[in-house]
């Protein structure tokens, strides 16, 4: 059961452009989004977050939009730099028996070209 | 700030062997520590969740006489994999929450191939 998902496996931008990554998810008990930004044989990188009851956050080039009657949410890079190319994960935070724990979608892989 | 470290960043061991994974916060106290699983080109699978001077909780399927996680201190868990066999061999990572935030903050990750 994929409580979060990436649909795009893969995503092709040029240097400049917008890059617009998207995130399904499931659950409504969810309460805080994240996104993660991952090099091969590194760990995760936190990018930026926002609270379920938020619907924009922006931090200089990302920004994310949470719908949460469509549930989903996006992360726009603009513009976009070749050092973005990477792997970027949509994370969801639940509380689950007491325990606050984070649902990874499948990953993104973003590739900008020159 | 919010800096997680692992040790060994790759290690490869014979079959029935044990490997220690060590995971630390280096600039703040971790209440919560997490470990995690990659297969290739896959998500992130939650192993388990540990806080400071208790039990580690573990997800469905994750075998805890296998996977055996200390996490004695506010900035150290370690994770055993116990006599290891080759479907072993994967990507682990940690990652270290501060309080009740919602951020966890990544280690670089542990490849462990056995043979």
């Known amino acids: 059961d994929q409580q979060v998902k990436q649909n795009s496996p893969s995503l092709s931008v040029q240097e400049g452009r917008i890059s617009i990554l998207n995130c399904d998810y499931t659950n409504s008990m969810f309460d805080y989004f994240l996104w993660y930004k991952k090099y091969p044989a590194e760990g995760p990188t936190f990018l930026i977050s926002?609270?379920?009851?938020?619907d924009k956050n922006e931090d200089g080039r990302f920004t994310v939009f949470l719908n949460k009657s469509a549930k989903h949410l996006s992360l726009h890079i603009v513009p976009s730099q070749p050092g973005d190319s990477a792997v970027y994960f949509c994370?969801?935070?639940?509380?689950?028996?007491?325990?606050?724990?984070?649902?990874f979608g499948q990953g993104t892989r973003l590739t900008i070209n020159p | 700030g919010a800096v997680v470290s692992q040790h060994p960043s790759r290690v490869i061991c014979k079959s029935g062997t044990s490997v220690k994974i060590e995971c630390r916060s280096l600039?703040?106290?971790?209440?919560?520590m997490f470990w995690y699983r990659q297969f290739p080109k896959q998500s992130l699978m939650l192993m388990a969740t540990?806080?400071?001077?208790?039990?580690?909780?573990?997800e469905q399927g994750v075998e805890k006489d296998k996977f055996l996680i200390n996490h004695a201190s506010l900035t150290l868990s370690t994770l055993t994999v116990t006599s290891a066999h080759p479907e072993d061999s994967s990507f682990y990572i940690c990652?270290?929450?501060?309080?009740?935030?919602?951020?966890?903050?990544f280690g670089p990750g542990t490849r462990l191939t056995v043979t």
């Open positions: 994370a969801a935070s639940v509380k689950y028996q007491g325990a606050q724990k984070l649902v």
């Open positions: 540990s806080n400071e001077g208790s039990k580690a909780t573990y």
């Open positions: 926002i609270s379920s009851i938020k």
């Open positions: 990652s270290a929450r501060q309080g009740e935030r919602s951020e966890q903050y």
């Open positions: 600039d703040f106290q971790a209440t919560t």
